[in-house]
């Protein structure tokens, strides 16, 4: 908590824009409306904000970059899985929301520095990645090459494809597209690959021995990647996932989030792989 001391009180943020990116899928720009907290609000990629939906409930997100670079604006998309969610859907430009946080771990863009970045992200998997793909972005200097490898079941559930276009800009930088089911609306338009993402682990052109992989998506697909990149040669140590569960207090407290003996909330979500391995090998923890 840089902003405040104070970890169970929500303040106050005001929704600036609403972006529909899919039918069940939109993302919120979020400014403060104390402008104290708004100048000091900070978080690290891979952070979550709790929401909190007056008067329903709150929910764990986590905080994708502003794409406009604003200070003191922050995003977040979201899927409607529940409850929350769909009320959530139901904002509109102006509306208010409480925030508590930016809580958890972050991804490694220390240890990255001089190592080729490999980001892999599955469906809604790629909202987490966002800031620290931009962070690489910003210091392109500090890192080696970019990766960036997203999976998803069908075109038409493709979000940020702005993005991508953008990120996709040279030799150093590349995006590495693949829907993995039969594609209905298709109709020749995606000219990205097909089937699952680690089959572009032989066309890559990086230095496995000194690359990061960072990870997140459904925990099946986490384990595959993480097995077949530390099979490809990337060391178990630099690869990284984030793990989701449900969270009430965010603090480490009340134990909703416990997997084993970690609290996801405080010791996660972001994990290097061989710290979890163990947690996510066991089905239904
Ligand atoms: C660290 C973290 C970051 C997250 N980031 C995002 C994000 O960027 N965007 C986003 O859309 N969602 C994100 N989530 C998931 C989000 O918190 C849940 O989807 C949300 O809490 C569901 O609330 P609800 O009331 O709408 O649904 P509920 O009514 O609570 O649940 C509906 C269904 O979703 C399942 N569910 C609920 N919470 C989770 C969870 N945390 N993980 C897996 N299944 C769950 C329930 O078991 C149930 O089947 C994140 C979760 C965590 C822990």
Redesign the pocket.
Known sequence: MLYTDDAYTPYEAEIVEFIKEHHDIFTIRLKFTDPELDSKYFFRPGQ?NMIYLYGI?E????IVNDRNHQQGRFE????V??????GMMKLQTGDKVGIRGPF?TSWPMNEAKGKDVIIVTGG?GN??LVAATEEVLKNRNQYGKLRVLHGIRSSDLLIYDDMYTRWNNSPETKVYMATSNADPVDNGKWTWGKGYVTNFIPELSVDYANSIVMTVGPEPMMIGVAKAFIAAGVKPENVYVSI????KCAIGHCGH?QLGSQF?CKDG?VYPYPACEHLLEVKGL
């Open positions: 979550f409930g929910v764990a997100i986590s977040h998309t979201i899927q899985v529940g409850r929350i969610t769909k958890g809604l909202a987490p989701e569960r449900s969270m989030c996801i979500a």
